[in-house]
């Protein structure tokens, strides 16, 4: 049965949640009194924006258990370009939250939320195994996020992770914090057999999608476009499938089935013309 972990209800986040709670094993990096700095003493929440800050410097949620829904009905959590992950999904200790894992979790979801201003990614998946299709199958997702504004990494980020359903989120201006040059709106690394749909990765420093050793995904609907070097790069990746997708298209040393492939010029070649890039101002 799924633990249903909802965010920002009528409860209020302090009493959903606790520093370092393990009973249903999501843990908030809000800092108690020994690991206090500069940047606060313990989350706090902006009422009238639902913006839920200060988590300290390594997460602001950690998840290390399967069968989990994370609903976060609306709520905007702020890495204020400070905490390393908004929502990391690992199976370790909250204090070795930055070891991966090689043991698999499942049936995880994620939803309705915003995360900004995160060092390393709004979201990581690592090591999140499921199955799309099939009897009994009941795929982990990620579907409603906005994972903008955030670092060196991406948005959204799956590694070692399979049969995940990514759809219909927003991961635009991905960058790394106050420096720029770096950033993807979702990357997919070592990850398998997975479905991205109807997903907006615009204006990210290099890609909207970057796909690497990862094979037999499905890219559909997915708009990338505005982005610095391409919409969609792929790199050693093959048999994965996209369809009605806008954006173009880099690879490298690698496969995939088009159907209205366009490239980043006028040939396929793993270098081309880069996209139109004008990001927007971030968020005050």
């Not at 990514?166 to 720029?180: A, E, L, P």
């Not at 040059?181 to 990850?191: C, D, F, P």
């Not at 890219?219 to 792929?234: D, I, K, M, R």
Request: some cysteine; charged content about 10%.
């Amino acid at each position: 049965m799924c633990t249903s972990a909802y965010f920002a209800g009528k409860r209020g986040f302090e009493k959903s949640f606790h520093p370092y709670r393990t009973g249903n094993h999501i843990s908030t990096g809000s800092k108690t009194p020994n690991q206090a700095d500069n940047q606060g003493s313990g989350v706090t929440l902006n009422s009238s924006t639902k913006t839920f800050s200060g988590f300290g410097h390594d997460f602001a949620i950690h998840i290390n258990s399967s069968d989990v829904i994370f609903d976060g009905m609306g709520a905007i959590l702020d890495g204020g370009g400070y905490t390393q992950y908004g929502i990391l999904v690992n199976n370790q200790s909250a204090n070795n939250f930055n070891s991966l894992s090689s043991n698999p979790l499942g049936k995880i979801s994620i939803k309705n939320i915003t995360l900004i201003n995160f060092v390393q990614a709004g979201i990581l998946f690592n090591k999140v195994i499921d199955t799309l299709s099939g009897p009994g199958s009941n795929p982990s997702s990620i579907t409603n996020v906005n994972a903008s504004y955030n670092g060196d990494n991406s948005g959204i980020v799956l590694e070692n992770s399979n049969g995940i359903e990514v759809s219909s989120n927003t991961v635009s201006n991905n960058h790394k914090i106050n420096v720029g040059g770096l950033g993807y709106g979702i990357s997919l690394v070592s990850s398998n057999n997975n479905n991205l749909i109807r997903n907006i990765a615009d204006y990210n420093p290099e890609y909207g999608f970057k796909v690497e050793d990862s094979s037999s995904n499905t890219f559909s609907g997915n708009t990338a476009t505005g982005n610095n070097l391409s919409g969609f790069y792929v790199y050693h990746s093959d048999s994965n499938t996209f369809t009605g997708n806008k954006g173009c298209y880099i690879w490298d040393n690698s496969s995939f089935i088009p159907s209205d492939i366009n490239y980043c010029n006028s040939t396929p070649s793993p270098t081309g013309t880069p996209d139109p890039y004008s990001p927007p101002a971030a968020p005050s």
